[in-house]
């Protein structure tokens, strides 16, 4: 079976080398040495370059000799959830929509993220009283890790 804190140690001395932003979001290793990584960048995309670098360091480091593999390396993706802290950190400023574990839906931007707690600004449309329309009221909730199901970006097409 492969080391996978070994092969951690690779991903992350080529991330170091490369010191552009990028962050593991998920490393696997299925019992037939398939391994997968899934990458995130601060401040910008997943190069093809950035998931080349990382596999070839993987795997020139790792000898086929003793233990034949297959290595994946791929960008997170739009579509699924945040998974660490950095892709909270990454996305603050940014509309997302998050799920608790009670099934609550909430969608709102992104105002902080820390390891215990999300904050999200969301709007709502108010009756205030002497006026005919309802007015839109910004307020700040915050949810505790511990009680979110998922996040995840909010993808708008303008």
């Keep these: 079976m492969i080391n996978k804190n070994r ?14 932003g990028l962050f593991v979001v998920d490393l696997s290793i299925s019992p037939s ?29 790792l000898n086929r000799e003793e233990e034949d593999f297959e290595i994946q390396v791929s960008s997170a993706g739009l579509d699924k959830p945040f998974r660490v802290l950095d892709q909270y950190i990454k996305n603050i400023g940014r509309p997302v929509k998050s799920v608790t574990k009670e099934g609550v839906k909430t969608e709102g931007i992104l105002v902080e993220a820390t390891a215990d707690k999300i904050i ?25 890790m511990s009680e979110i199901k998922e996040t995840k970006v909010v993808v708008l097409f303008k």
Excluded: A, P, W, Y
């Excluded at 690779?10 to 080398?17: F, G, P, T, V």
């Design 120 to 144: 999200l600004e969301v709007e709502r449309l108010e009756k205030i009283e002497g006026k005919k329309k309802k007015e839109k009221i910004k307020e700040c909730l915050t949810f505790q």
């Design 33 to 61: 040495n398939v391994i997968t990584v899934e990458l995130d960048k601060m401040g910008g995309n997943v190069s093809i370059q950035d998931c080349m670098s990382v596999s070839r360091n993987v795997e020139h480091n």
């Design 7 to 20: 092969v951690k140690e690779l991903i992350n001395d080529r991330i170091q080398e490369l010191n552009c």
